[in-house]
């Protein structure tokens, strides 16, 4: 049996339902404690979805540790442009984005999109 299953953009709704209410270090902890399989690219499809400062947070530093790949870290960059009433928090996880050197195009657009 292949293919998406019929349940599957629920089960996907709850996911991000439950990671929204989790903080920074709960996140983190799932990104070093999980032994990763495919069900890593649902994860790191659901953090841009979840929108809080929390997950911005650890979306930043995975890739500030190259700890994703390219294509992740623009379709991540360029989510932010997405996040719906981002709050004071969201906006200081994303800031440091700036200070990398050199600063993608995307982190200009979706940290600036932030305010």
């Known amino acids: 049996n292949e ?3 019929t349940n599957a953009p629920r089960l996907f709704l709850d996911l991000v339902q439950v990671l ?3 903080d920074f270090h709960e996140l983190w902890a799932i990104t070093e404690q999980r032994k990763w399989g495919p069900e890593r690219s649902v994860f790191e499809d659901a953090l841009p979805m979840v ?3 929390a997950s911005v947070g650890v979306m930043r530093d995975l890739m500030v540790q190259h700890q994703v790949n390219d294509i992740i870290t623009n ?3 360029t989510s932010l ?3 719906p009433r981002p709050d004071l928090d969201t906006i200081v996880e994303a ?3 700036l200070e990398s050197r050199p ?3 995307d982190a200009f657009l979706g940290v600036s999109s932030l305010v």
């Open 3 to 5: 293919g998406v299953a």
């Open 20 to 22: 929204r209410h989790l």
């Open 51 to 53: 929108g809080t400062g």
């Open 75 to 77: 379709t991540w960059l």
């Open 81 to 83: 442009s997405f996040i």
């Open 95 to 97: 800031a440091p984005l």
């Open 103 to 105: 600063v993608p195009a």
